[in-house]
């Protein structure tokens, strides 16, 4: 609905690897949002950004940084991969502090 | 601790039939609630949401009740219908947290035909 992409879609990796997933936007949202969803959990808040090099910790952020150098992009690092990292992982975008619109999601596998 | 909870991890339905989805939360600072609908392999798609300053909000099929003494809001659905079958999610979230959404579990919906 908001022109909301990631990539990429699937990844397989092993432990200890750095990792980085992105978020692209097209409809020039200032909020972003990176989300986990794991069994058992529902989504749970990682990072956010409220603009351009804003950003702070969610519910969940240890073992995460994320980046965001301009309005379209938010990326997702993990600096060294642990199997306890291995989720399905989505951004989300919101042009206020109401309804957000979520991406397609990145299914992340930590070997 | 739990801010939101959907204590029904699945809930099946014939189709044409009414279905309620049940939130609960504890966070009193909670002043705006949506709900989400989700099909595997895809992201959330927002549904429905609502006000505190409300207690109805309706579009369409779909009806989002909200009793703020008992801390609890429902989603109605009227008919239901086979492609209604997903997961659903409730959220709330209060101004002031720059939007971050806090997510019950989910309840499995299945509509039979």
């Known amino acids: 609905d908001a022109g909301i992409t990631q990539s990429p879609r699937h990844k397989v990796t092993e432990t200890g690897t750095p990792v980085t997933l992105r978020c692209h936007q097209t409809?020039?949202?200032?909020?972003m949002y990176w989300y986990r969803q794991d069994p058992g959990h529902g989504l749970r808040l990682i990072h956010y950004?409220?603009?351009?090099?804003?950003?702070d910790k969610g519910e969940v952020s240890d073992g995460y940084s994320v980046s965001r150098s301009k309005t379209e992009d938010f990326l997702l690092t993990l600096e060294s991969a642990t199997s306890s990292q291995t989720s399905v992982y989505f951004c989300?975008?919101?042009?206020?502090?109401?309804?957000?619109?979520f991406g397609p999601g990145t299914r992340l596998t930590v070997l | 601790d739990q801010q939101v909870k959907q204590n029904s991890p699945s809930l099946s339905v014939q189709e044409g039939r009414i279905s309620i989805l049940n939130c609960d939360y504890t966070?009193?600072?909670?002043?705006?609630f949506l709900w989400y609908k989700k099909y595997p392999a895809e992201g959330p798609t927002f549904l429905i949401s609502?006000?505190?300053?409300?207690d109805k909000n309706e579009d369409g099929r779909f009806t989002v009740f909200l009793n703020k003494s008992a801390k609890h809001l429902s989603l109605h659905i009227v008919p239901s219908q086979p492609g209604d079958s997903a997961v659903y999610f409730c959220?709330?979230?209060?101004?002031?947290?720059?939007?971050?959404?806090?997510f019950g579990k989910g309840t499995k919906l299945s509509v039979k035909p």
């Open positions: 989300a975008t919101a042009p206020s502090t109401d309804t957000q619109y």
């Open positions: 409809e020039n949202h200032r909020y």
């Open positions: 950004s409220y603009g351009v090099k804003d950003t």
């Open positions: 966070n009193s600072m909670f002043d705006y």
């Open positions: 609502i006000s505190s300053i409300k």
């Open positions: 959220a709330a979230t209060y101004g002031g947290s720059q939007g971050n959404l806090i």
